[in-house]
């Protein structure tokens, strides 16, 4: 749903009105209490006296006390004893101070599904602008009536028509593009994509093929349509397989060319040629917001290119790889416990350590790394948003952590992860890992009992 635009003429109109009628009514208050009566005679009772809002949301204390190891310990001892949880490597820490307060096999590599992501986000926002945007260009090829749709890494781009929702807020348009193409003069009779941006194999080493029909996963190229979705507005799609030729064909269509006249094109395009359109990717920090929210593969690995492009990497799996787990060891985060195969983490190959994940979330939460603190922002919140919406909800009415926590989820076969923070009972903000693998049935169940006894502690003594 989009929100309703603003009108301020209406507004201002609005408000003016409702300025003047309250001040005809201190008027006429003032009036009768400096007379004493009205004009019954009646006494004018005193005003009453203001009211004071208590807010419902208030600043932690910096004062809370944070938990003994030896209590959160003895606390957390029967919970991570379910052997639905399988293997558990854990960590908790103190937000504020850094202090590791709980660890269990944190420094052992496991599956880390898409907690992955929290590395991905955290580098970006190291390595980028806030508001950086990726562009999509049309340019005129050495042929005549031929035109290059030049791939540059943004797959939230859309086909959909104008005023249809897709899935991505503010993402950019084939018709938009196709807009400006005409507008240049230039008649098109051929279109071809230029996909050279990005390098190596389109699917990481761990990817099962068949979840590109399971709608998680699409071979990843430098131009996409709604993240290769088969059906844009919807997050269960199933994807393409051939995105890049698909953008290619929905900008023919826009342009009235015969979709047989679109082709791969087989070097990159001239940096001289003449540019006849471009649109532009909605803001890093809103795609981050949507990519960890809903979890999405597809943006994730193109924004761990963008951090590639930014460190001089190639544009591949292992050079966004490289590229990440670099940009967070200048930021003193030690990545020396990972195995990566890609940026998302949904390859069964990648391994991580729960020391390594709260040590981003910890940096993210403390004073030392100002600029990784939205990483807090775009965490999905217990019972309120993305992966988490449907989760640490009491049907018995009972509280619980929902509001109070916010992580990145990650969940493969047998494989359950949480990283976050989460205010404890005592007021304390604490971060932490958990990566679960080997897990029973109820796995997912199990690891989020672990996080809710972190919530309602309280272990200060």
């Known amino acids: ?52 809002a208590k807010p419902s949301i208030v600043p932690v204390a910096a004062t809370a006390p944070p938990p003994t190891q030896s209590t959160l310990a003895a606390t957390l001892a029967p919970v991570v004893a379910d052997p639905n949880l399988g293997k558990l490597g854990g960590r908790v820490t103190d937000a504020m101070t850094g202090e590791e307060l709980w660890q269990q096999l944190d420094d052992v590599r496991l599956r880390p599904a898409s907690t992955n992501k929290t590395l991905t986000t955290a580098a970006a926002l190291l390595a980028l602008d806030r508001e950086a945007r990726v562009t999509t260009r049309v340019v005129a090829a050495d042929q005549p009536g031929t035109v290059v749709l030049v791939g540059g890494g943004d797959p939230t781009l859309s086909a959909a028509p104008p005023g249809q929702d897709t899935w991505y807020h503010g993402a950019a348009r084939i018709s938009d593009l196709a807009g400006q193409v005409r507008r240049s003069g230039v008649t098109p009779t051929a279109v071809q994509v230029d996909t050279s941006l990005f390098s190596g194999p389109s ?6 093929p068949g979840d590109i029909e399971g709608g998680d996963i699409a071979p990843i190229e430098s131009v ?21 030729l698909d953008a290619g064909r929905a900008l023919a269509a826009a342009l009235g060319v015969d979709p047989r006249q ?7 395009t001239p940096t001289g040629a003449r540019q006849l359109g471009a649109v532009q990717s909605a803001p890093l920090i809103e795609r981050l917001n949507e990519m960890m929210n809903i979890s999405d593969n597809v943006m994730a690995e193109c924004i761990a290119r963008e951090v590639a492009a930014s460190m001089h990497r190639p544009l591949s799996f292992a050079g966004a790889v490289d590229a990440v787990t670099n940009r967070l060891n200048t930021a003193h985060v030690d990545t020396g416990g990972t195995a990566l195969q890609d940026s998302s983490g949904l390859s069964v190959d990648d391994r991580l350590t729960a020391k ?13 790394q100002p ?17 988490l919406s449907d989760r640490f909800l009491d049907t018995a009415g009972n509280a619980g952590p929902a509001g109070w926590l916010r992580a990145k989820t990650g969940s ?19 971060t932490f890992a958990l990566i679960s693998n080997d897990a029973g049935p109820t796995g997912r169940t199990a690891i989020d009992s672990v996080a809710t006894t972190l919530w309602s502690c309280g272990c200060a003594t």
Do not use: C
């Open 356 to 368: 390594t994940l709260d040590s981003v979330v910890q940096a993210a939460a403390g004073p030392d």
């Open 262 to 268: 679109v082709t791969i094109a087989g070097h990159p």
């Open 224 to 244: 996409m349509l709604d993240a290769g979705r088969i059906q844009p507005a919807t997050d269960q799609s199933s994807r393409s397989v051939t995105p890049a």
């Open 412 to 430: 493969l076969t047998a494989v359950n992860a949480l990283a976050g923070v989460v205010t404890d009972r005592s007021g304390r903000v604490l």
């Open 203 to 208: 699917m990481a080493p761990g990817w099962d």
């Open 371 to 387: 600029a990784m603190r939205p990483l807090l922002d775009v965490l999905p919140i217990a019972g309120g948003s993305g992966t």
């Open 1 to 52: 749903m989009r929100p309703t635009q603003w009108r301020p003429s209406t507004h201002l109109i609005v408000g003016v009105g409702v300025l003047a009628i309250v001040a005809a009514v201190v008027a006429a208050t003032a009036l009768f209490t400096a007379r004493g009566r009205g004009a019954s005679g009646a006494q004018i009772p005193p005003p009453p006296p203001a009211v004071t």
